[in-house]
């Protein structure tokens, strides 16, 4: 299966310096995944976990410049023992948190806890969030993890529904 990028975003935010050094960050992790894909694949199976997925692309989140489970964003709330995958600051209480999810997206609405930390952290504005385009199970069946994630995020960038999220990059594998 060939991998995916979709950027749901606010439309205001589209010239602004930090939202273009996201995409070049993006664009970079998104060649990193092609790359991978043989070997992401293999490891996306029933009961596999997100862990696995993870070790492959943390070369590149490191080369990048993100902090693995980056403590303290979450201080200012009582849920602060949250921790993103990863992190990286853009400066001026802009940021990216990156998660990757595997076989927990659809049925334990992992995407909207992933959107919630994003929207709650005072230093990120961006989601990268990596999942599953089709998420299989032990009963043979598969689950179309990246377009029901897709579906349930692009609400948030209507304009009535803005929140202070300004864009998630929503990797499929």
């Given at each position: ?20 050094k996201a995409n070049q ?27 696995a997925i993870q070790r ?29 995958d990863y992190y990286l ?85």
């Amino acid at each position: 299966m060939d991998a995916i990028l979709n950027v749901l975003n606010k439309v205001e935010i589209e010239n602004s310096e930090w939202f273009l050094k996201a995409n070049q960050i993006a664009d970079a992790l998104f060649h990193f995944i092609q790359l991978k894909e043989k070997e992401i694949y293999e490891e996306h199976k029933p009961d596999s976990s997100s862990v696995a997925i993870q070790r492959i692309l943390l070369p590149k989140l490191s080369e990048l410049g993100f902090e693995s489970e980056k403590q303290g964003l979450f201080n200012a709330y009582p849920v602060s023992s949250l921790r993103p995958d990863y992190y990286l600051s853009l400066g001026s209480e802009k940021g990216i948190i990156v998660e990757i999810e595997r076989g927990r997206i659809g049925s334990n609405n992992m995407d909207l806890l992933d959107f919630w930390k994003c929207h709650i952290c005072k230093t990120a504005n961006c989601l990268f969030l990596i999942v599953p385009i089709n998420r299989p199970s032990k009963n043979g069946k598969t689950t179309p993890a990246f377009a029901s994630v897709h579906h349930r995020l692009s609400v948030f960038f209507q304009p009535k529904n803005h929140v202070n999220v300004d864009a998630v990059f929503l990797f499929g594998y």
